[in-house]
């Protein structure tokens, strides 16, 4: 059983309140870093333990609060990003549903680091029991002298805020969140100024996931050191991973990161293999927008390797035959779900969502939905598929934010992996509707790599 630090206690009855969470060794984190570390002691810990961001983009979380401006006179500002809406995605409603303390923890850690004295966590408008949740949390640590003026006669101010998000999945972006923050639509921002120059309310911001939050906990508990211990390469410490699709046993899992893909499905000790004794088609690593893989290439790199849990494994062979490590939502496809129908669903996502700010965005979503329905319901030509990849290349790069590139990238890798897949839809409409494509050729073990000889 592989260690945990996130959801060590998660089983224990009453968890969720602050007297069992105390009793379990909560807020020791916050004692250790408010009597015994500055503030820039607490930066540095951070950074040697390799942290880097849980939400996607995997930025170094220690190296992100460095940059943080520090001008006289002006406050500033650390935010929560909850606004977890990515299909695929669900460990932070997880952690803030069932351990609400550690995040409110660690925001008192994070925000004693950066010199913040007014903090906000922002929650995806429609989890309305987390934010209830979180209030609650924020309360009983305010009660317990944990809030507010002088934290455990420390000196240092800190109040806690909960805000409802504005229900739109552009306000995970961390310029379109401040937007909305500032009770202004959820658009992103032109980028420089950045954040941590101009950010909330024009003043130093720092925005950082729930989970990279979290894992300031115990990175302060026992030390850098040994949390750098835990991983591999610069892929350190664990990491929350949402299962879901065709698997036995899906859910949250907190893994090393290092395990292999092929363990993680597979063993009882997380997913338990693919349900209904079917097998595996294909995986999305990361939350819905990160390229799709065939069963054979999400197991083995294309030289041939384990593919392993980490930002650099799951990246090997860039997206030509690798993808991304995103924001941990892994969903599984047997040999029964057809990729298709899947891209043209999540193609539905980001049309509907895009904030409409950037011309190849808004227009090259909509063209994206409305080719791919063609192809799904048997009214598609071959050329649809090349216009497809030429949508997705107009998209990519091309937008303030990243929905661009989140968009395009799913389509992309869809029709590079599973390209025969969709000529079947063109050349066979009818029966396009009545079946499946299949397993195919997708979980076939890939040829050996050239200069590879057999002993």
Same mark, same amino acid.
């Given at each position: ?172 972006? &961390? ?200 192809? &799904? ?79």
């Amino acid at each position: 059983m592989g260690r945990k630090l996130l959801l060590e206690n998660i089983n224990v009855p009453g968890i969720n309140t602050f007297e069992v969470y105390r009793q379990k060794g909560g807020y020791r984190a916050v004692e250790k870093a408010l009597k015994s570390m500055s503030p820039e002691d607490v930066v540095e810990e951070v950074k040697k333990s390799g942290l880097r961001g849980r939400g996607g983009a995997g930025f170094p979380t220690g190296m992100k609060w460095s940059f943080l401006a520090k001008p006289e006179g002006k406050p500033r500002y650390l935010v929560c990003n909850g606004d977890e809406s990515e299909p695929g995605t669900f460990k932070d409603r997880y952690l803030m549903t069932y351990i609400p303390h550690l995040l409110i923890e660690g925001m008192i850690v994070s925000s004693y680091a950066l010199g913040a004295n007014t903090s906000y966590i922002y929650v995806r408008g429609e989890m309305m029991p987390q934010i209830r949740i979180l209030e609650k949390a924020i309360a009983e640590a305010k009660n317990a002298g944990l809030l507010g003026k002088n934290i455990l006669g420390s000196g240092y101010d800190l109040e806690l805020y909960v805000q409802p998000g504005g229900g739109a999945y552009i306000c995970g972006e &961390e310029t379109a969140l401040i937007e909305s923050l500032e009770g202004k639509r959820g658009n992103p921002r032109i980028k420089p100024p950045f954040p941590a120059i101009s950010g909330l309310y024009n003043c130093p911001t720092v925005v950082n996931n729930v989970e990279s939050i979290a894992a300031t906990v115990p990175i302060i508990n026992d030390g850098a050191d040994e949390y750098a211990k835990m991983g591999i390469g610069r892929s350190t410490g664990t990491k929350l991973i949402s299962a879901s699709g065709n698997l036995n046993k899906p859910g949250v899992y907190e893994i090393e990161l290092g395990v292999s893909v092929e363990e993680f499905i597979y063993s009882d000790e997380y997913c338990g293999g693919i349900a209904n004794g079917k097998r595996m088609k294909a995986v999305v690593a990361g939350g819905s927008s990160v390229p799709i893989l065939p069963a054979n290439l999400i197991l083995k790199t294309a030289n041939g390797e384990n593919r392993l849990i980490t930002y650099e494994s799951l990246a090997d062979g860039g997206f030509a035959t690798g993808t991304m490590l995103g924001s941990g939502g892994f969903v599984v496809f047997d040999e029964d779900q057809c990729i298709v129908r899947n891209t043209w669903n999540y193609s539905r996502f980001y049309h509907h969502e895009s904030c409409g700010q950037c011309s190849p965005c808004r227009e090259g979503t909509g063209w994206m939905e409305k080719v791919l329905h063609r192809l &799904e319901y048997g009214h598609g030509k071959l050329s649809d598929i090349d216009l497809l990849v030429d949508v997705s290349k107009k998209i990519e790069g091309n937008t303030i934010c990243p929905l661009g590139d989140a968009a395009a990238w799913p389509v992309a890798s869809a029709i590079r992996h599973f390209r025969d897949e969709f000529e079947w839809h063109v050349t066979h409409p009818d029966e396009a509707m009545q079946r499946n494509y299949g397993l195919a050729h997708y979980a076939d073990p890939l040829p050996k790599p050239e200069g590879v000889t057999a002993n």
